[in-house]
């Protein structure tokens, strides 16, 4: 089997998308050759079987330019029988791209889509899909019997429990955030919690952090609205904004924490809370999904959306929990994730879809 996977970045240290980089590494594992086309790309350690290319974003290449390459890389595979299938990541305008060549060499095109919204490009995208790779049945936001249910690729083997950095510092117990500064982050609702639990409720041997970088001018924008926030309720002392972190140090920042928030109501899985779990943290979230397995914990660490008192009745609980009490639920959610997220198993499932896709078509490699 020979991949074309299509995608905007592949460096491991990326704060955004640096996991990019270990799918690939999964994948290759799988397969027999793997060339991946990317808009830009950093630091990167590939195996032997992996051919990157770069579209030429980072050198100032222009949208033409971009596609020129993009172009002559999938002629040339498609031409010379070293594909079998298109693997177009998160953007439906790759699928598109690629439809000429689909119909043309018959190459199948197998996406990964992990979003809760549906635009114009995914709709304009999915007549020239056959086979779509997601986290789980909520998502994909469109219904078609064309989706596959694959799980996240969580690298289990890094993400894990440590003993030698595990947890805060003795006095304080820390309450980790991590990713991208946005609106859509509802970091408001975690300084409302933080003001009842510290100003109303007293509890003081707290800390919350908050990892991550803004990306557009709104999202500046929010994080500046998020600072105002915070030393306007007196709370600048138990908040802090470390900005962007690399993807390989996001385990080591994952392991110094005590419990991982997230109030991003989720249409799905989500790559950061699953990766925080996999580090044996215990998260409180507003999305149901994440305890559909685990209903006795249900009712301490999930809350309702933009509900910042009921975050903050989960957060005061959470205090409450001993260290003995806070690993053994951190091992049951890491269990979980291994078995039905880690990417060496995920990338199986992913491969098998690309053999479901090709409909028994011969491999290029044969």
């Keep these: 089997m ?40 950093g630091q990167v350690e590939l195996p032997r079987n992996v051919q990157l290319h770069s ?19 999938a002629a040339g595979l498609c031409l010379r029988r070293q594909v079998d299938v298109f693997f177009p990541h998160m953007v439906p305008l790759y699928a598109l791209l690629v439809a000429p060549y689909r119909a043309a060499f018959r190459v199948p095109t197998v996406m990964w889509y992990a979003h809760n ?62 990713g991208r500064i946005s609106p859509r982050k509802e970091l408001d609702t975690l300084v409302s919690a933080a003001e009842i639990l510290v100003n109303r409720w007293e509890c003081r041997a707290v800390e919350f952090v908050v990892a991550g970088a803004p990306l557009a001018t709104s999202d500046h924008e929010y994080l500046g609205q998020l600072k105002a926030r915070v030393r306007d309720r007196g709370l600048e002392g138990y908040f802090r904004f470390t900005g962007g972190i690399p993807h390989s140090e996001t385990a080591r ?33 507003s999305t149901p999904t994440y305890y559909e397995r685990f209903p006795e914990y249900a009712e301490r660490f999930l809350f309702g959306p933009r509900d910042p008192e009921a975050l903050a009745v989960r957060m005061r609980s959470a205090l409450r929990m001993t260290p003995p009490q806070r690993q053994a639920v951190g091992q049951e959610l890491r269990d979980w994730v291994v078995e039905e997220h880690d990417v060496r198993r995920q990338m199986s499932r992913i491969v098998r879809v690309f053999h479901e896709a090709r409909g028994g078509l011969p491999s290029a490699s044969r």
């Design 253 to 285: 920042v994952l392991r110094r924490s005590d419990f991982f928030v997230n109030m991003h109501v989720e249409g799905g899985l989500g790559k950061a809370v699953l990766e925080a779990m996999s580090c044996g943290l215990p998260a409180i979230v």
């Design 117 to 178: 919204s549906a635009d114009l490009r995914l709709k304009s995208a999915l007549p020239f899909v056959d086979r779509i790779a997601s986290v789980s049945e909520d998502s994909f936001p469109v219904k078609t019997d064309r989706l596959r249910v694959v799980g996240h690729g969580v690298d289990t083997a890094l993400f894990k429990p440590s003993g030698t950095d595990a947890g805060s510092r003795d006095d304080l117990v820390s309450f980790l955030s991590l």
């Design 2 to 41: 020979n991949v074309l996977f299509i995608t905007q970045v592949v460096d491991r240290a990326d704060d955004n998308l640096g996991a990019v980089h270990g799918w690939i590494s999964a994948l290759a594992g799988e397969v027999d050759s793997v060339h991946v086309l990317a808009l830009r790309t």
């Design 55 to 73: 579209m030429g974003k980072d050198q100032g290449r222009g949208k033409l330019g971009q596609w020129r390459v993009l172009n002559s890389v």
